[in-house]
Structures are given as C-alpha cells and as structure tokens.
C-alpha cells in the first residue's frame, strides 16, 4: 500500500525544523513540492499553518494544533499497521526499490533469507536511478530500499550497511591520453557524486565535466565512448555491460569505499513485513563479516 501520509510527514518535519531549506534536504523533496504541501494543506484546512516573518518561519495557533493532530494520526496509523494475528505468516506486499545492478548482484542473497520465512508476503521490485532511492522511500513510494548511503542520511530514515564496494576511476580503452586529468563524467547527484567532489576538493582540483547524466549505466555508456573519465561502485562497474570497453584507473590515494545499506523509514521497523526482512538481514550481516555480500 502506498503510505498516504507523506504529507503529513513533511509537515510534521517543517514544523520541527521550521526552515523550508532545511525540511527539503532531509526529505529529499524539492523546496517547490514542500510549499506547494503546505498550501494544499491549509487550503483544506480553511486555515494558515505557517507565518513567514522577518525573523523565519513561525507555526500559528492552527499550525500548533494540527502539528499535534498530524502526530496522534501517523501514531494511530502505525499502531493500526502493527497488529497481525500470526507475525509468522506475514501477508501483504513489501515494496523495494533497488538499481539493477542491485538486483543482480543483492537482492538474491539479501531476499532469499525473507522470501523463505514468509512465502506469502507480495515482493514489489522497482528499479531505477539510484540517486533517486532514498527520496522514493521518504515519499512513502517503496518500504525499503537498497541504495549507497550517504554521508548524513535523513533523520526519518534508518540504514543497515549490507555490502561495501570501493569507488573506481575508469576511461575508454582507446581514449587517447587515459588519465586524471580530465574532462570527467560525473553522477549529477547522489552519495557517489558527493563522494567523488570530496574526493576532488581533497586534491585541491575543480574537475573539468564533459556530462552529468543520471544513473551509473548511462555514466558507464559516456565514458565508454569516449566522453571522459567517471567515477563508479565496482559493483556497477563489474556488471556493466559496457565492461570490456573500459580501463580502471589507479589513483593515490583512492576514494573510500562505498557502503551499500538497507534503508527503511525509522517509523516503519515496527510495521511486520518491514521488521521481519529488517530481522533477518541482521542474521545475514552477523553471518557475513565486514557487512560484506557474496556478488561475482
């Protein structure tokens, strides 16, 4: 089921940060889509919730009242979600986001664990760019996704490392000056892109972009025909079809290696499907050290 209480959740975030900039960085929602919340619910409503002032953003005697009534709903609401007569024979659907390349070489290993114990709960696999995965799980669109984590991940979300892939450099094989020094095809956004501009601003370089495009296998098609030097998880690289075209780049020092996590909104460990795949994943990092995943 589709969580139908994102906006009362970005609500209930504004109202504790009351800083629009901030409140849009956490939920990953753009600044415009988080006002346009706020007016569709005063507008229901038939009251403002929010003063804008010379000194920032202020709750009003309504917005006070409804921020105690948005609480009480999400808290019933979960309470509700909670109950099931036999946890050991979960039902239902259990929405998951991943990349494709997750899928391949994760979400075998990291699901089967979960599709044994309760064979009757409805996996609903999406995919798509993975830059874009912690904004569809804090949007309520999936329950869980498998995504990089980010250095400061959302206060709403909650993340278990399951894998940790290093960052690689890699260039065209008949590029004719392979190296470091550019033009670079980078991600637009996303953990590996603020990875790599760490990793840049550490060497004191502005890199020199030819692309940005979105997702790592368009990136991977750039570099491949010669477009730059990219950044990708050796995952990604590992399972790329475009592989025997391109060359790894050593680099001293490397970049840090780059965790994979499970990621689920904090709210949700209570809700059966989502604490029983997080219960099981514990058992398999504790089986695998390092919070490492078997992936060819």
Do not use: K
């Not at 504004?14 to 346009?36: I, K």
């Not at 390349?101 to 089967?112: D, I, K, R, S, V």
């Not at 250095?151 to 894998?163: D, G, I």
């Amino acid at each position: 089921m589709r969580d139908d209480h994102r906006e009362l959740r970005l609500f209930l975030h504004l109202a504790g940060t009351l800083n629009f900039g901030r409140t849009s960085l956490d939920c990953h929602v753009s600044p415009a889509t988080l006002t346009r919340t706020v007016q569709r619910l005063e507008s229901d409503l038939g009251h403002r919730l929010l003063d804008r002032g010379p000194r920032g953003v202020s709750l009003t005697a309504e917005g006070h009242r409804f921020r105690e009534y948005a609480g009480q709903a999400l808290e019933l609401w979960r309470a509700y979600r909670e109950e099931h007569p036999n946890p050991a024979e979960l039902t239902g659907r259990l929405a998951v986001f991943a990349t494709v390349t997750a899928c391949q070489a994760l979400l075998p290993e990291l699901l089967t664990p979960f599709r044994a114990a309760h064979p009757q709960v409805r996996l609903d696999l999406r995919t798509g760019d993975a830059a874009a995965a912690l904004a569809r799980l804090d949007e309520g669109e999936v329950d869980v996704a498998v995504a990089g984590i980010p250095a400061r991940l959302p206060e709403p979300l909650v993340s278990r490392t399951v894998a940790t892939t290093d960052l690689v450099f890699v260039t065209a094989h008949d590029r004719p000056d392979p190296g470091l020094g550019g033009p670079f095809v980078l991600p637009h956004r996303g953990p590996v892109r603020d990875a790599a501009d760490r990793w840049f601003r550490t060497r004191g370089v502005a890199p020199d972009l030819a692309a940005e495009p979105e997702g790592h296998e368009a990136l991977l098609t750039l570099v491949a025909l010669g477009c730059g030097t990219g950044v990708v998880p050796r995952l990604v690289l590992d399972h790329s079809a475009v592989r025997d075209r391109l060359t790894e780049i050593p680099t001293d020092p490397p970049p840090r290696p780059f965790p994979i996590g499970l990621c689920v909104r904090r709210s949700d460990l209570r809700r059966p499907q989502v604490a029983a795949l997080w219960s099981l994943t514990a058992e398999f990092t504790r089986r695998s050290p390092g919070g490492r995943l078997p992936y060819p």
